[in-house]
T-cell receptor, first 114, second 113 residues
Framework: NAGVTQTPKFQVLKTGQSMTLQCAQD?????MSWYRQDPGMGLRLIHY???????DQGEVPNGYNVSRSTTEDFPLRLLSAAPSQTSVYFC?????????????FGPGTRLTVT | AQTVTQSQPEMSVQEAETVTLSCTYD???????LFWYKQPPSRQMILVIR??????QNATENRFSVNFQKAAKSFSLKISDSQLGDTAMYFC??????????FGTGTSLTVIP
């Protein structure tokens, strides 16, 4: 199993550009989430999904869109990048039927918006 | 809303000594799960230990153990026999739904040789 994969690992964008951060998992997990990590602020939930076709907003959803057309994939879209979106982004997945809800994380994407 | 607080931004410990990282949380839920994650310089998030709120017994994983005080809403992590590889950022996390997790701001731990 590859676990949770994210691409790209690094990205530099100019203000106003759009891009999609890719996330995929091969563990057949129903739950998937996107977080951003900023210094001194821990991980904050952007969007999450409880299954294909079902998504919801987390704590900091503004400026981001998501969709979940398959169980495996959960892309995060930045429609018009802003410097405030400079951050490290993590995708995570977990099994809904588990008794402990352990989340498995991808390696992260470091995004810089200039 | 749930909140998780880590009041120690940075800590250090001598190699082979014991260190305790603090975490408090706020929730009105009665059943939930608590976690400690480790993030080394590689940036990868690694699960260290987890605790189910309905279990009174504190979780233990080798050199890592927790002190779970449900009434006080406290969930501290004790690392025994600290090793250089324990140097990392440590995050406390909470979930009651399994699909929404709340993280603390982290504690940066340095193990001194």
């Amino acid at each position: 199993n590859a676990g949770v994969t994210q691409t790209p690992k690094f990205q530099v964008l100019k203000t106003g550009q759009s891009m999609t951060l890719q996330c995929a998992q091969d563990m057949n997990h129903e739950y998937m989430s996107w977080y951003r990590q900023d210094p001194g602020m821990g991980l904050r939930l952007i969007h999450y999904s409880v299954g294909a076709g079902i998504t919801d907003q987390g704590e900091v959803p503004n400026g981001y869109n998501v969709s979940r057309s398959t169980t495996e994939d959960f892309p995060l879209r930045l429609l018009s990048a802003a410097p405030s979106q400079t951050s490290v982004y993590f995708c995570a997945s977990s099994y809904s039927g588990g008794i402990s809800y352990e989340q498995y994380f991808g390696p992260g994407t470091r995004l810089t918006v200039t | 809303a749930q909140t998780v607080t880590q009041s120690q931004p940075e800590m250090s410990v001598q190699e082979a000594e014991t260190v305790t990282l603090s975490c408090t949380y706020d929730t009105s839920e009665s059943n939930y799960y608590l976690f400690w994650y480790k993030q080394p310089p590689s940036r990868q998030m690694i699960l260290v230990i987890r605790q189910e709120a309905y279990k009174q017994q504190n979780a233990t994983e080798n050199r890592f153990s927790v002190n779970f005080q449900k009434a006080a809403k406290s969930f501290s992590l004790k690392i025994s026999d600290s090793q250089l590889g324990d140097t990392a950022m440590y995050f406390c996390a909470f979930t009651n739904t399994g699909n929404q997790f709340y993280f603390g701001t982290g504690t940066s731990l340095t193990v001194i040789p």
